[in-house]
């Protein structure tokens, strides 16, 4: 059976401005690789609703699973929970639940419950929380859609929430090996082998740095065996 | 008038397996930033034909510019030249003009343009070349789909070909306020300033780190002086 699929949506201004560097995408596509969960696409719009929801509708089509980052905190901005709803054709309004949580957390830390921070308790109908272990506000699951914090602090710990809760497949595995030799030269052998070993997916990503050039070539499958046998022909054809 | 606007298509296996972090994202917007151009949306799709075509269909259609990154080596996974031909119902093949340059670079080094390295030479039919000052074997644009490779030296050299092909609008300015306070206590300000200053764009971006939390206020638009205005205002009001 094949893993399941997966896409990310990030939605940020600050990452299409090039003001802040994306960690979410880095972070979750290791877990999930991990988990055996084949993240397929990665979207990243701006804080613009009709861009959110139009994205939110084709990737929740097309993919097993997706996983949101930002735009659920208490500002103007944050319009992501809306737009969800808006996506699924659902209501939405501050959930007793959710308000429970940030009451108790506010009440604790002497901090009021504003209508701002209110906002942080819209959760969409049918919608399950997320739990957040770091600064309490949940996320929400409504139908394949995951809804993470965009802070990486927080939305690593949504996504350990989250993961056990979905059914993976078999982790992917994967094999390097690091030639100094010019892709034009090992690119014969890379394709009559990506035709033999047609299980696995074999990957060549070429780097030049510090006057060196060369490439790694990588093997990736869920078959431990057959990776080591591809490895193994690999280096004899290229003499290493 | 408003800024051109641009969506990027990074075609790669190796992000969304989470094994490398992406690097010409970044390094692009903050260059389209400077040059004027809005970007609007970031696709990742992984090194498969028909999500390539409809990932540049899609955002052909939709924005002024489409710059690509990956997939144009001379490997059996490269297949960006192609996905953009058949994109745009185009012929594509080895064109005179850039076996040219790899048949001169590869007779200098002393290595042999072999028929993997000649696949870098495929151009599609009616597309402009651009300059790879860095390892010679072009990129090209076609229709507003500017296409180049996915090593960063090479990516930002090619950047740095197309960008004064491109008409630009005014450079994006923006001014950052860090404040250590939460985001739910600064909220009604930002609201209120955001709909006073409605040319402007006013995100907050939350943080903890070490213990302290806090938000980068950050202001965006393309007149320096109503920056400077709303900064001021906000400083006041925050009591700053």
Redesign the interface.
Known sequence: MPNPTAAMLVIG??????????AN?????????KHGVD?????????DAA?IVSAVRALSESFDHVFTSGGI?????DITADCIAQAFDTQIDVRDDARALLAEHYKKSG?EL????L??ARIPDGATLIDNP??VAPGFTLGNVHVMA??P??FQAMVASVLPTITGGQP?L?Q?LRVLR???????T??AL?EKYDDL????????KDGAFGANI?I?GTIGTRIDAAMTQLAKELEL
Chains 1, 2 share one sequence.
Not at 26 to 31: C, I, P, S, T
Not at 73 to 77: A, E, I, L, M, R
Not at 182 to 188: H, L, V, Y
């Open positions: 201004d600050e990452i299409l401005s090039g003001r802040t560097r994306d995408m880095y972070f979750l596509a290791g877990e999930l690789t993240l397929a696409e990665v979207r990243i719009v701006s804080d861009a905190g208490p500002t103007h901005d901090s504003n209508e701002a921070r906002r942080m770091v600064s965009g802070v602090l927080v992917m994967s390097t010019g892709e034009g030269d090992i690119a014969p890379l394709s990506a997916s074999i990957g060549c990503y070429p780097f030049q990588v990736r």
